[in-house]
């Protein structure tokens, strides 16, 4: 439930109020739709409002070493939080992003990324790379 206060200091004002997804907003809110990560492919997204979060979904063919890299841009002492959840919705790690690369190693199987941000609206890359295969 939300709920919209609007005032003004006229007396009358016509105003119009829209709700929806903004057109920029191309990446998934939840973890159901959820965009695709292609590997070795940098994504350019961007965090479009207060509260938004990016949804990715990672498809691990096999038990492998990865990285997740990010980069924010124009950042200023905002900051980019990470979170990847199994396919079940367990969160397993957590990390603050910007200009980062985090290395983890992932059973095969299907994982989720959520991206966040400190910061009202951000634009930043997120790329994911197998770094060894055949993990033992």
Known sequence: VF???????LVTADYTVEIGKSEEDKVGDTQ???????????VEEKINY?????????DAPYKCGYTIRTVGKN???????????SEKGTLIS????????KYLVLEKG?????????LVT?????????VEEDVK
Do not use: C, H
């Not at 709920?3 to 200091?9: A, E, Q």
């Not at 159901?32 to 940098?42: I, N, S």
């Not at 950042?75 to 959840?85: I, P, Q």
């Open 110 to 118: 299907v994982f989720y990324l959520r991206v966040t941000s400190s």
């Open 75 to 85: 950042m200023g002492n905002g900051a980019m939080f990470l979170y990847l959840y």
């Open 50 to 58: 207060s509260g938004d979060a990016d949804w990715f979904k990672i």
């Open 122 to 130: 951000v634009d930043y890359t997120v790329e994911i790379r197998k």
């Open 94 to 101: 957590s990390w603050q992003g910007g200009d980062t690369n």
């Open 32 to 42: 159901a739709d959820a965009t695709e990560m292609k590997y070795d492919t940098p």
């Open 3 to 9: 709920y919209l206060r609007v005032t003004s200091s």
